[in-house]
Structure formats: structure tokens, C-alpha cells
């Protein structure tokens, strides 16, 4: 009996200590300190320079059938690995990253594992799951208890909304912001997002009710009954839901959960933390994938002016866009909503010759990106893209998604996987905000999700400068965004209107030119009218040879709201770019970017003195510049800069 006794106190003992452990785990610079604390259930934790930001916070994953991964965890293993290395982007915001983490890899009784990897730059954890049959998930549970009632920006819409400063308890309505989330605590900045989203929902946050100081993650459920609706009929409308949120295989690794850190607003410009955790590229053959600029028809209504024909959905139309992209050396002309029946892909339009307008572009060495809506080419994505093939079309725009469910993550995929057979690009609009699929499928060429200059079109407020300087360092942390620049009637707020077949942007014009240096993307939209940009043929000039992807970044400056300032290399050249919400302001630089030893021709492009009342008004000078000089950088409200630096 006294033996028997022994024993069982060995292995509650042994158990207790189970429940108690806490493994720690560094950042390679050993400033981000994760805790993990595993008892009855398990939680982590965030220090960074010695001061406490997140809280003990519980994780999570709850099956179907009852099964909790995380409550009463048994530990079998863990291993800690250290990785420092370079990785080489397709494209990107720089030619290599640097990807330097220390990972904790957790293994627990009934299949399933932890991972944890921390940055210099923030870290992230995943489950991964061995189980041998399909599962159903239930629930994810994922919290993130701050350490103060912090000031928080969220972005109350899954697409398309300006954000909401609030504080982390505040329960405004909608208690509701998808992805990424920026946290403003004293001294740092915190970025809640995820990546590697595949197979599985997309990630929200909510402020919890009656937890302080903490939000928890929400997932829209797995969709049961659906009914074509919305705008013009181009979405699909959940209206049944089922009681979990995924149906995936057992053996499978789940999304990134990722909180990432910034000292300076600024130092968020250049954080890769969403691609360095998305898987690697699933595409063979990426040899035809090309980046590139784009002369877009539906922003600017086809306005064009002094032509010989009647402008609008039609092959003489799409021909001046094709010889503008030409002239200019733009890659591709995309033909957006109205050149096909959007319920029939296969019914083109009967003012357009497509085959007329694919010998022509090929002849002038034009791509053209066909706009879909995305229940039609699901429904005739091999018939459609068959046909597209045959065509010879570069790419697809796919429009109306505006939901994050599994359902669509799903179609996310399946289109990508198809596309790139056929070597077509893919730039989803009217989707969720990116989760580093740009990396596993380099042909998604870019992604929507931002609330861009359309809204000029159809919005009373529309889009102003405080919005275009908060993007930055919010929603381009997710990855490339679709904003679609480029307006050439640009007014201060008191003149601004709303005029959907006229449209104008709000700010200067200078505002607008530097976006194409500051915003990413890789698809890069030319949103006015070809016969607006040639009545300014040095502005046009500047701006068409403006880059989309990038050999290095360096961020200059920056408050979120308020400022931006970036410089990008592409080659031996440097552009920059700065933009100011609506206070003028002042910014000095030091060109410390520049290369020690050369002198380099600095062509500018800055507000001109009557650009507060003009907004079209603007300064073009040249000067010669070196390594450490000192720049300055006037803005007018609503106001912008823009620079490239060659070196002679």
C-alpha cells in the first residue's frame, strides 16, 4: 500500500509540475521576451526592453467533437531552434529579407503542437495538428491581454472602411475590426494581424466584454445557405450559418498569429513579419509573372477628350487606352465592369471586338487584365479561363467577394491555382486584406481591401488625406494594396465634391504622385484618363516611370494620421516620396540612403505656393544632391512630394 501510495504521489507531482511550466523564449536581439505558461490551460505573454505589453492571454482550439486543444495540455517535447537567413522575394518592397527568429516548438499529447517564433520585429505562434481523420473546427480562441487600456485603431468593416481610434474597452458599435489591428502603447507599437491563411477563416478582433484592457478573436462561421444579392446582384449573401467556422483536414498547420512591434511609427514602413510566415512559393513556374503599371478605365468613366469617337465601352475606346499604355511604357490596360455580361463571361460585349483588341495590345506589346465578378467566374472558372487562355489575357481582376469565410478563403486558392496554369495574374477586389498569399501564389498580383479612391465616386465623404496617411502603417502591413491612385482634379477640402463621372481627389496633385512611391503595389492602377494625364506630359513623364516593385526600402518619417515619408530603390535609382494629412507641414531629411561617394540628379516634384487653393499646382526643379545632405520637404495641406535620385 505505502509503495502504491509513493507512486501516485510521484505522478500527481509529476503532473503538477507539468501544469506549472513556463518557458521563456528571446528575440535574436533579446529585447522581445514571449512566455509561454502552460497549466490548465495555456497562455502567453509579451515584455519588450524589460516592460510588460501583453499579458498572460489564452489560446486555444476547440473541435467539434468536444475536444479542446490547449485545456488540460500534456507536454511530451519541446525544442528550441535558432534561424538566420536570407530570403529572395519574387517581387516585393526589397530584393532579400532578413529572417532572423528563435522558435519554441511544443509538442502535446493528442496530436496537436504548438509553435512560437520570435523577431526582432515581433512575434507569432500557430497550432499545428496529426490527427488522422477530417476534423471540424469550432473555435479558435485568441487573446491578447494589454497592459493598459491602450489607444487602438480599428478598421470596422472587413474590406473598406476609414479606421476608428479608440481605447482597447471601449465598446463602440460595431465591436467589430477585421485585420490588422494597431495598438498605441507608450513607447511602442503594436500590430495584431495573421498570416499563412489558407484552408481556414480569416481572423477578427472584438473588445472583450467584461475583460479589461484585452481583445479576442472572432472567425466568421462556416456558411450554410447563401443567396445571390448586394450590389447589382455581384455577391453572394450568407444567410444560414452553420455552428463551427471550418472543415479542413486533421494534419495540417493553422494560420500565423502574428503581434508585431515598432518603436517608431516609421520602422512599422518596413516590417515583413506577414510575408517571412506565409508559406513559401506552390507555383513551378513564375518565370511569366510581371509586375507592372496599368491604364484603368472604370475610376475616370472613359472621359476622354479630343478624340474622334464617342468614348465609352468600345473597341475605339479601348484602343486609345491601349496606345497610351504603349507610348508610356505601361504594362497592361485593365477592362473593367461592362466589357462582358457580368453573369456570362463568355457573352463579350457587343461594342467590343476582343479579338480585334487582342491583336492590337499584343502588337503594341500591351497586356489586358479582364474585371469578373466572382460568383460567375466561380461558376465558369474552367470555361472562362480556358477561354482567357486562348485570348491570350494577362490577367483577371475578381470583384464582390466581401466576405472572409472559409468558403472564400477557399475560392481564394482554387482561382489563384487555376489562374497560374493558364499564367494569369489575379488582383482580388472587394476582399479581405492580404494574409501573405502573394508569396505562396506570387501570381496574386495584388489586393484590394482598403478604402481607396473609388470611394470619391460614390461616398458624400469620400477619401481624405488624414485616411491616406494612416494607411501605411495600418492596412500596407498586411501586404499590397489596390488603393488605385492617380486623380488629376485635385481639390482642398472646402471645394471637394462628390461627382461620380467626374471625379476628384481630395489634396493636392502632388499628394496623389506620391502615392506611387509610398503605397505598395505590384499592379499599380493609372486611375485618370489617358487625355488628363497628356495635357501634363512632364508630370506623366515622372510618373510612368515610377517603379511598382522594389530592390530596397528605407522609411524616412512618419506619425500614423498625420505624415509619411519613404524612400525605394529599383536599380541604381532612388524615389521618394512624402505625404501630409490636411496640415501643411515641413519635413527635413537627411539623404543618408544615398550611395557614399556619388553625386546624384535629384528631380523634384513638390506643391506648388497656391496648392492649398489649387490643388493641381505644383513646383518641378532639379538639383544635384550627395550622400548626407539635407533635404527639406514643404507640403501643403492635403499635400505631397515626390523624387527620384540618379546617379550621374
Same mark, same amino acid.
Given at each position: 500500500?505505502?509503495?502504491?501510495?509513493?507512486?501516485?504521489?510521484?505522478?500527481?507531482?509529476?503532473?503538477?509540475?507539468?501544469?506549472?511550466?513556463?518557458?521563456?523564449?528571446?528575440?535574436?536581439?533579446?529585447?522581445?521576451?514571449?512566455?509561454?505558461?502552460?497549466?490548465?490551460?495555456?497562455?502567453?505573454?509579451?515584455?519588450?526592453?524589460?516592460?510588460?505589453?501583453?499579458?498572460?492571454?489564452?489560446?486555444?482550439?476547440?473541435?467539434?467533437?468536444?475536444?479542446?486543444?490547449?485545456?488540460?495540455?500534456?507536454?511530451?517535447?519541446?525544442?528550441?531552434?535558432?534561424?538566420?537567413?536570407?530570403?529572395?522575394?519574387?517581387?516585393?518592397?526589397?530584393?532579400?529579407?532578413?529572417?532572423?527568429?528563435?522558435?519554441?516548438?511544443?509538442?502535446?499529447?493528442?496530436?496537436?503542437?504548438?509553435?512560437?517564433?520570435?523577431?526582432?520585429?515581433?512575434?507569432?505562434?500557430?497550432?499545428?495538428?496529426?490527427?488522422?481523420?477530417?476534423?471540424?473546427?469550432?473555435?479558435?480562441?485568441?487573446?491578447?491581454?494589454?497592459?493598459?487600456?491602450?489607444?487602438?485603431?480599428?478598421?470596422?468593416?472587413?474590406?473598406?472602411?476609414?479606421?476608428?481610434?479608440?481605447?482597447?474597452?471601449?465598446?463602440?458599435?460595431?465591436?467589430?475590426?477585421?485585420?490588422?489591428?494597431?495598438?498605441?502603447?507608450?513607447?511602442?507599437?503594436?500590430?495584431?494581424?495573421?498570416?499563412?491563411?489558407?484552408?481556414?477563416?480569416?481572423?477578427?478582433?472584438?473588445?472583450?466584454?467584461?475583460?479589461?484592457?484585452?481583445?479576442?478573436?472572432?472567425?466568421?462561421?462556416?456558411?450554410?445557405?447563401?443567396?445571390?444579392?448586394?450590389?447589382?446582384?455581384?455577391?453572394?449573401?450568407?444567410?444560414?450559418?452553420?455552428?463551427?467556422?471550418?472543415?479542413?483536414?486533421?494534419?495540417?498547420?493553422?494560420?500565423?498569429?502574428?503581434?508585431?512591434?515598432?518603436?517608431?511609427?516609421?520602422?512599422?514602413?518596413?516590417?515583413?513579419?506577414?510575408?517571412?510566415?506565409?508559406?513559401?512559393?506552390?507555383?513551378?513556374?513564375?518565370?511569366?509573372?510581371?509586375?507592372?503599371?496599368?491604364?484603368?478605365?472604370?475610376?475616370?468613366?472613359?472621359?476622354?477628350?479630343?478624340?474622334?469617337?464617342?468614348?465609352?465601352?468600345?473597341?475605339?475606346?479601348?484602343?486609345?487606352?491601349?496606345?497610351?499604355?504603349?507610348?508610356?511604357?505601361?504594362?497592361?490596360?485593365?477592362?473593367?465592369?461592362?466589357?462582358?455580361?457580368?453573369?456570362?463571361?463568355?457573352?463579350?460585349? *457587343?461594342?467590343?471586338?476582343?479579338?480585334?483588341?487582342?491583336?492590337?495590345?499584343?502588337?503594341?506589346?500591351?497586356?489586358?487584365?479582364?474585371?469578373?465578378?466572382?460568383?460567375?467566374?466561380?461558376?465558369?472558372?474552367?470555361?472562362?479561363?480556358?477561354?482567357?487562355?486562348?485570348?491570350?489575357?494577362?490577367?483577371?481582376?475578381?470583384?464582390?467577394?466581401?466576405?472572409?469565410?472559409?468558403?472564400?478563403?477557399?475560392?481564394?486558392?482554387?482561382?489563384?491555382?487555376?489562374?497560374?496554369?493558364?499564367?494569369?495574374?489575379?488582383?482580388?477586389?472587394?476582399?479581405?486584406?492580404?494574409?501573405?498569399?502573394?508569396?505562396?501564389?506570387?501570381?496574386?498580383?495584388?489586393?484590394?481591401?482598403?478604402?481607396?479612391?473609388?470611394?470619391?465616386?460614390?461616398?458624400?465623404?469620400?477619401?481624405?488625406?488624414?485616411?491616406?496617411?494612416?494607411?501605411?502603417?495600418?492596412?500596407?502591413?498586411?501586404?499590397?494594396?489596390?488603393?488605385?491612385?492617380?486623380?488629376?482634379?485635385?481639390?482642398?477640402?472646402?471645394?471637394?465634391?462628390?461627382?461620380?463621372?467626374?471625379?476628384?481627389?481630395?489634396?493636392?496633385?502632388?499628394?496623389?504622385?506620391?502615392?506611387?512611391?509610398?503605397?505598395?503595389?505590384?499592379?499599380?492602377?493609372?486611375?485618370?484618363?489617358?487625355?488628363?494625364?497628356?495635357?501634363?506630359?512632364?508630370?506623366?513623364?515622372?510618373?510612368?516611370?515610377?517603379?511598382?516593385?522594389?530592390?530596397?526600402?528605407?522609411?524616412?518619417? *512618419?506619425?500614423?494620421?498625420?505624415?509619411?515619408?519613404?524612400?525605394?530603390?529599383?536599380?541604381?535609382?532612388?524615389?521618394?516620396?512624402?505625404?501630409?494629412?490636411?496640415?501643411?507641414?515641413?519635413?527635413?531629411?537627411?539623404?543618408?540612403?544615398?550611395?557614399? *561617394?556619388?553625386?546624384?540628379?535629384?528631380?523634384?516634384?513638390?506643391?506648388?505656393?497656391?496648392?492649398?487653393?489649387?490643388?493641381?499646382?505644383?513646383?518641378?526643379?532639379?538639383?544635384?544632391?550627395?550622400?548626407?545632405?539635407?533635404?527639406?520637404?514643404?507640403?501643403?495641406?492635403?499635400?505631397?512630394?515626390?523624387?527620384?535620385?540618379?546617379?550621374?
Amino acid at each position: 500500500m505505502k509503495c502504491l501510495c509513493a507512486i501516485i504521489f510521484l505522478i500527481l507531482m509529476t503532473e503538477a509540475r507539468v501544469m506549472a511550466q513556463t518557458f521563456t523564449l528571446e528575440s535574436p536581439g533579446k529585447d522581445l521576451i514571449v512566455k509561454v505558461l502552460i497549466g490548465k490551460d495555456i497562455h502567453f505573454g509579451m515584455s519588450y526592453k524589460g516592460k510588460s505589453y501583453v499579458l498572460p492571454s489564452r489560446l486555444a482550439l476547440a473541435l467539434a467533437n468536444g475536444k479542446v486543444l490547449g485545456d488540460l495540455p500534456k507536454l511530451s517535447n519541446s525544442k528550441y531552434t535558432t534561424v538566420n537567413r536570407t530570403v529572395r522575394p519574387l517581387y516585393g518592397i526589397s530584393g532579400s529579407v532578413k529572417e532572423n527568429y528563435r522558435e519554441l516548438r511544443l509538442d502535446f499529447k493528442g496530436d496537436y503542437t504548438l509553435l512560437f517564433r520570435a523577431y526582432n520585429e515581433g512575434f507569432a505562434y500557430r497550432f499545428v495538428t496529426r490527427i488522422r481523420d477530417s476534423i471540424i473546427v469550432r473555435s479558435e480562441q485568441s487573446e491578447f491581454c494589454f497592459n493598459g487600456n491602450y489607444e487602438a485603431f480599428f478598421h470596422p468593416d472587413l474590406s473598406e472602411s476609414g479606421y476608428r481610434r479608440q481605447a482597447i474597452s471601449d465598446q463602440l458599435k460595431p465591436n467589430y475590426s477585421s485585420l490588422p489591428v494597431l495598438v498605441k502603447a507608450p513607447g511602442l507599437n503594436i500590430l495584431i494581424h495573421e498570416s499563412d491563411v489558407l484552408d481556414y477563416p480569416c481572423m477578427s478582433v472584438s473588445s472583450a466584454a467584461g475583460k479589461a484592457n484585452t481583445l479576442t478573436a472572432g472567425h466568421s462561421p462556416y456558411p450554410k445557405r447563401t443567396e445571390i444579392g448586394g450590389y447589382s446582384n455581384f455577391g453572394v449573401l450568407v444567410k444560414e450559418s452553420e455552428n463551427f467556422i471550418a472543415k479542413t483536414t486533421g494534419t495540417r498547420a493553422f494560420p500565423w498569429r502574428i503581434v508585431a512591434i515598432a518603436g517608431e511609427d516609421k520602422d512599422i514602413l518596413n516590417n515583413q513579419l506577414v510575408f517571412l510566415l506565409a508559406s513559401e512559393n506552390k507555383l513551378a513556374d513564375v518565370s511569366w509573372i510581371r509586375p507592372g503599371r496599368v491604364a484603368w478605365d472604370w475610376w475616370n468613366a472613359l472621359n476622354l477628350t479630343g478624340v474622334p469617337f464617342r468614348s465609352g465601352i468600345n473597341t475605339e475606346t479601348y484602343k486609345y487606352f491601349i496606345d497610351f499604355a504603349a507610348a508610356n511604357h505601361l504594362e497592361y490596360v485593365n477592362l473593367d465592369e461592362g466589357w462582358s455580361d457580368p453573369f456570362d463571361l463568355m457573352k463579350v460585349s *457587343g461594342q467590343v471586338d476582343m479579338q480585334e483588341l487582342i491583336r492590337y495590345a499584343k502588337e503594341k506589346g500591351v497586356g489586358l487584365i479582364l474585371w469578373c465578378v466572382w460568383h460567375t467566374l466561380d461558376r465558369q472558372m474552367t470555361e472562362a479561363l480556358d477561354q482567357f487562355e486562348r485570348w491570350g489575357i494577362s490577367g483577371i481582376k475578381v470583384d464582390f467577394m466581401n466576405r472572409d469565410d472559409q468558403v472564400l478563403v477557399q475560392f481564394h486558392e482554387r482561382l489563384l491555382k487555376e489562374a497560374a496554369k493558364r499564367k494569369m495574374l489575379v488582383n482580388f477586389h472587394g476582399a479581405y486584406h492580404p494574409t501573405g498569399t502573394a508569396r505562396t501564389y506570387p501570381n496574386q498580383i495584388n489586393v484590394e481591401g482598403v478604402k481607396g479612391l473609388e470611394w470619391n465616386k460614390f461616398d458624400s465623404l469620400g477619401v481624405n488625406p488624414v485616411h491616406d496617411v494612416t494607411l501605411p502603417f495600418i492596412r500596407m502591413f498586411a501586404g499590397s494594396m489596390d488603393y488605385t491612385p492617380g486623380a488629376m482634379q485635385n481639390y482642398n477640402r472646402k471645394d471637394w465634391r462628390q461627382v461620380p463621372d467626374r471625379p476628384m481627389s481630395q489634396g493636392t496633385r502632388c499628394h496623389q504622385l506620391a502615392m506611387y512611391i509610398v503605397y505598395y503595389a505590384p499592379l499599380q492602377m493609372l486611375s485618370d484618363a489617358p487625355t488628363a494625364y497628356q495635357k501634363e506630359p512632364e508630370y506623366l513623364k515622372f510618373l510612368s516611370a515610377i517603379p511598382t516593385v522594389w530592390d530596397e526600402t528605407v522609411p524616412l518619417a *512618419g506619425k500614423t494620421g498625420e505624415y509619411v515619408a519613404i524612400a525605394r530603390k529599383k536599380n541604381s535609382k532612388w524615389f521618394a516620396g512624402a505625404m501630409t494629412n490636411w496640415d501643411a507641414r515641413e519635413l527635413t531629411v537627411k539623404l543618408d540612403f544615398l550611395e557614399q *561617394g556619388k553625386v546624384f540628379s535629384a528631380e523634384i516634384l513638390s506643391d506648388g505656393l497656391n496648392a492649398e487653393r489649387m490643388g493641381s499646382d505644383l513646383e518641378h526643379r532639379f538639383i544635384k544632391v550627395k550622400k548626407g545632405d539635407t533635404l527639406r520637404i514643404p507640403m501643403a495641406g492635403g499635400g505631397g512630394w515626390a523624387a527620384t535620385f540618379s546617379p550621374e
